[in-house]
């Protein structure tokens, strides 16, 4: 199951299973970090990057 939430007004979480195809995607979004603590990839939320 794939879950995306707003973290806050910059920035959206999504929580994967993991799978190789999944990281080489979201590898590709400019300014994505993995958090660690919460296991889940942070991504800006602009719309440069969701659209």
Same mark, same amino acid.
């Given at each position: 199951? !794939? #879950?995306?939430? *707003?973290?806050?007004?910059?920035?959206? &979480?999504? *929580?994967?299973?993991y799978?190789? #195809?999944?990281?080489?995607? !979201?590898? *590709?979004? @400019? &300014?994505?970090?993995?958090?660690?603590? @919460? *296991?889940?990839?942070?991504?800006?939320?602009? #719309?440069?990057?969701?659209?």
């Amino acid at each position: 199951m !794939i #879950e995306i939430r *707003k973290l806050n007004a910059d920035a959206l &979480g999504f *929580k994967l299973p993991y799978n190789p #195809e999944h990281v080489v995607f !979201i590898r *590709k979004i @400019q &300014g994505r970090r993995w958090d660690p603590n @919460q *296991k889940l990839w942070i991504i800006p939320y602009k #719309e440069s990057v969701i659209f």
